[in-house]
């Protein structure tokens, strides 16, 4: 045999068990320490929400803007007798705060969303736009718009059009035979763009006023932030996302499938519904006070699985967290940088595609299933 | 009935109407026995297994089941890459409250379950990146942890090799005698059945089966009519044991004359 067949290339093989060693180490690393992640994330969101605080486009000294946040942040730090401008203040407190607030918890309720979605369809390609339930939820909020209906209406009937969505494409997968993989996403599809067209036929109807709402609805924005925005956010979402993260671990169950769950005793239907409630409601709520920001539930628990792995138990937390600081980095961006009215949804989308094609490369011998 | 009998009785079912894929079919299991179901491909032994497990309901006839019932599907993808201490802590569910995590002395279990069939090394390993073999034994430890009395397994063979076939027929064996489970397994392999199993189910056609001792029910003659192969049985000595198998009598030529 010549001598080239009979030893190894000298580097190829000798790199991949590095490579192998480094992410066996990295697993045992994650089992050790599982919730140094998560805290690790925690920590980020909370610093870069109140960095987010200091940066915008009113002309303010970044040291002024710090002590007016130190002094909203820790109450007790509040000086005798302030010295900074009432508008300065109005600034950072009406402007800045619903808005960093906003973002974070869209982004966070978008990350929870999706991971959960993810695990309920056993599919790590899906997430709240791909699946139908965004688009429903932007439908049942234009219905409420023609009627001139405002705050939890909206709310509610936006709940409505994301659960009959996603009811659809789970239904339509089951008549279709095809409850799993990409019977699912067609479905999805298939149903969101009816909510489209849904929508778009709303756009036509409406009057000049309706028709910017729509618009916003469509194209995904924060800029409508108040503290009444905010509120209308945060309760669906923390009455979802709470039910969800009890349920965090049954998502592991679930993702298993139909019989297998079944066998270890879950009460499958049930707790399927219960699931797609509190997606649809997270998401509907998300809809309503921003519009649809499209990828972010598909590419963060993507991201969040690298990082803490992919038991539903940690998987859950790290997404929403991850969900929070993705759209709040972007919409600094948008703010600082871009300094114009650019849609969330547009520079959610600009990002995600690309990265979902990466992954979707990264991926091309081994199926989606080895994340 | 004790913990871990099985029996049904009439059983049949009908994916549409008067479509039967099988009917009164009959049998009965009790604890520590094991009982292998053969069938051609599209039987029904995966419809007759759900139906077992308690997933599908039946058209017609009745099951009793006394005692916990734990699955292994046939080897599958798993979505995600759960570690096999994951894959075994899942056992625990029916222990585990509905909004509640499992907690530090489940995890403990799920170890101990591991270890006992010998992977306990393994158990922060991705489930997927297992062979075949040890995916079926994490699968078996699933079932030890969830304290099962009977055990279902679909086609546990089917995707392995020789070594790991053996090793899969060991467990069971094992999970039998000395765990003293009742296993309910489907195969194509008689063999396998014959190796094992203390009752055989044939399913020869719509309301054609035969059920009872695989000494008696693994007859040549029904083997023929299972398969339209010849099976014959072979006797002979291995390691001053007396061995009695199956060899299926494979004639692929052209001209020769069957299937």
Redesign the interface.
Not at chain 2, 98 to 102: A, V
């Given at each position: 045999m010549p001598q080239a067949f009979q030893n190894p290339p000298p580097y190829g093989p000798r790199l991949k068990i590095v490579f192998l060693n480094s992410l066996s180490a990295v697993r045992e690393f994650r089992s050790s320490h599982q919730w140094f992640m998560p805290v690790l994330l925690t920590l980020a969101l909370m610093v870069t929400m109140v960095c987010s605080l200091l940066i915008g486009a009113y002309p303010m000294s970044f040291w002024r803007a710090g002590d007016i946040t130190l002094s909203l942040t820790l109450p007790w730090a509040w000086p005798e007798e302030a010295t900074w401008p009432l508008m300065e203040l109005a600034v950072i407190q009406m402007i800045r705060l619903p808005r960093v607030l906003l973002a974070t918890v869209a982004g966070m309720a978008l990350g929870l969303s999706g991971a959960a979605l993810q695990g309920l369809m056993r599919n790590p390609l899906v997430g709240p736009d791909l699946v139908g339930v965004s688009s429903g939820a932007a439908l049942g909020g234009v219905f409420a718009i023609m009627f001139y209906w405002t705050g939890a209406a909206v709310v509610a009937m936006a709940f409505l059009g994301g659960l009959l969505a996603l009811g659809g494409t789970f239904g339509l997968a089951k008549l279709a035979r095809s409850a799993d993989g990409i019977g699912l996403i067609l479905s999805g599809i298939f149903v969101g763009a009816f909510c489209v067209s849904g929508v778009c036929l709303g756009l036509f109807l409406a009057d000049d006023h309706q028709m910017s709402q729509i618009v916003h609805w469509i194209m995904g924005y924060l800029n409508e932030a108040s503290p009444e925005t905010v509120w209308l956010l945060t309760g669906p979402t923390i009455f979802g996302g709470s039910v969800l993260m009890l349920l965090r671990w049954r998502l592991n169950l679930l993702s298993l499938g139909d019989v297998d769950a079944f066998s270890m005793g879950i009460r499958v239907r049930s707790l399927r519904l219960v699931i797609i409630a509190m997606v649809s409601l997270i998401v509907a709520a998300q809809v309503s006070v921003s519009g649809v920001i499209g990828w972010v539930g598909l590419v963060v628990p993507h991201c969040a699985r690298t990082l803490v792995g992919p038991d539903h138990r940690r998987l859950l937390p790290a997404s929403a967290v991850l969900g929070g600081l993705f759209v709040l980095l972007i919409d600094d961006f948008s703010r600082v940088v871009l300094r114009s009215d650019v849609a969330t949804g547009t520079l959610t989308a600009l990002i995600g595609t690309p990265f979902i094609c990466f992954l979707f490369w990264r991926k091309r011998n081994k199926g989606w299933i080895h994340d | 009935m004790s913990e871990g009998d099985f029996s049904f009785i009439g059983l049949g079912h009908a994916y549409s109407p008067e479509k039967w894929i099988f009917r009164n079919y009959q049998s009965q299991v009790t604890r520590g026995q094991v009982l292998a179901l053969l069938g051609p491909n599209g039987s029904g032994k995966t419809t007759l297994l759900?139906i077992l497990?308690?997933?599908l309901t039946q058209t017609e006839g009745s099951v009793s089941v006394s005692g916990q019932?734990?699955?292994v599907?046939q080897l599958?993808?798993?979505?995600?890459?759960?570690?096999a201490?994951?894959m075994v802590l899942?056992?625990l569910?029916?222990k585990?409250g509905?909004?509640?995590?499992?907690a530090a002395a489940d995890e403990e279990a799920a170890l101990k379950a591991l270890e006992r069939v010998g992977l306990a090394h393994m158990a922060?390993r991705?489930f997927?990146e297992m062979s075949g073999g040890q995916r079926q034994l994490v699968i078996f430890a699933r079932a030890l942890v969830?304290e099962a009395d009977i055990l279902?397994l679909d086609e546990p063979t089917s995707a392995l090799d020789l070594k790991n076939q053996n090793a899969v027929l060991k467990w069971i064996d094992r999970l039998a005698r000395q765990e003293n489970l009742t296993v309910i397994f489907s195969t194509h392999h008689p063999h396998h059945a014959y190796a094992v199993a203390d009752q055989a189910l044939l399913m020869l056609g719509e309301s054609d089966y035969a059920a009872g001792p695989v000494s008696e029910v693994l007859s040549e003659t029904n083997l023929w009519r299972l398969y339209g192969l010849p099976l014959k049985r072979v006797s002979f000595e291995y390691e001053q044991k007396a061995v009695e198998t199956l060899v299926p009598v494979f004639r692929p030529r052209a001209d020769e004359p069957g299937i």
């Open positions: - | 759900k497990l308690g997933a019932i734990a699955f599907p599958f993808q798993v979505a995600f890459d759960y570690s201490l994951d899942m056992g569910a029916k585990v509905l909004f509640s995590q499992p922060y991705p997927h969830a279902i």
